[in-house]
């Protein structure tokens, strides 16, 4: 009996300590078809990057696209495609 609670014991410390599934980067392409001037860009990637995880922003003005890398456990792709949204420039993936 003693014998079991503490092998208990032993597997639940064990699964607490252990470690959290790690988040994987992530890089996808957005189209903006809103973007227009050269001022649009600027704008767009300043939206994208206050999202939690960003890692890096390509806003591209001639191909009216964005690269985003990203920490998937920290940001989505719904959670930018809203950022963009927010002002005025919505979004949609390519894939």
Do not use: N, W
């Not at 609670?5 to 903006?32: F, R, Y």
């Not at 767009?44 to 390509?58: H, L, R, T, W």
């Not at 456990?73 to 950022?83: D, M, N, T, Y």
């Amino acid at each position: 009996m003693i014998k079991q609670s503490i092998a208990a014991a032993v597997l639940a410390i064990g699964l607490l300590g252990a470690p959290a599934a790690h988040a994987a980067e992530q890089t996808i392409k957005l189209s903006v078809p809103g973007m227009s001037c050269p001022s649009c860009p600027y704008m767009v990637k300043q939206v994208i990057v206050q999202v939690g995880g960003i890692k890096a922003v390509d806003v591209s003005l001639e191909d009216r696209t964005a690269t985003v890398t990203f920490d998937d456990a920290l940001a989505s792709v719904e959670k930018i495609r809203q950022a963009t949204a927010s002002i005025g420039y919505p979004s949609t993936l390519i894939k």
